[in-house]
Structures are given as C-alpha cells and as structure tokens.
C-alpha cells in the first residue's frame, strides 16, 4: 500500500504499488482496511465504497493508463 489515508479531491484514497511503476488508485472509499506500507494479497478487503461511486484509475508513474484495457473492458457496449 503506497498510499491510505484522506485527499483533498478524492475524499479516503487508496494507491497500491504493482511494481514497475505501476499503480492503481481507488477514490471516494467510504472506508479503508488497510495502512500505507501493508503488503496486500489478492482477495484481501482493501476497504468499501458506500455511497459515492467509486474513482479507479491505472497509473504508470505519473500517467493514466486506459484502465477499461487493463479489465479487460475494451470492447463496445
């Protein structure tokens, strides 16, 4: 967890590091289970979004990446 804790804009903000530069980033949470510097495994529960919608974003670095081709979401609707 490389950052969990309130932000200006996004009100409780989660940033998990992948590694390579790579990071995905988690806005409007109602709550956050987890502390900046914990080691996360996949199923672990990283907090809940109530009710706001929830902001994702893919990052490498500085940049925003297109996150729907990282879910697999490219195609149309």
Same mark, same amino acid.
């Not at 409007?28 to 502390?35: A, D």
């Not at 974003?57 to 297109?66: A, K, P």
């Given at each position: 967890?490389?950052? +969990? =804790?309130?932000?200006?804009? #996004?009100?409780?903000?989660? *940033?998990?590091?992948?590694?390579?530069?790579? #990071?995905?980033?988690?806005?409007?949470?109602?709550?956050?289970? /987890?502390?900046?510097?914990?080691?996360? +495994?996949?199923?672990?529960?990283?907090? !809940? /979004?109530?009710?706001? !919608?929830?902001?994702?974003? *893919?990052? !490498?670095?500085?940049? +925003?990446?297109?996150? !729907? +081709?990282?879910? &697999?979401? =490219? &195609?149309?609707?």
């Amino acid at each position: 967890v490389a950052f +969990s =804790d309130r932000h200006p804009r #996004y009100g409780r903000l989660l *940033i998990l590091a992948h590694g390579g530069e790579y #990071y995905s980033v988690y806005g409007n949470m109602g709550e956050l289970r /987890v502390r900046e510097g914990e080691l996360v +495994s996949e199923g672990d529960m990283l907090g !809940r /979004v109530e009710e706001r !919608r929830l902001f994702f974003q *893919i990052r !490498r670095g500085t940049r +925003s990446l297109n996150a !729907r +081709s990282w879910l &697999g979401l =490219d &195609g149309n609707f």
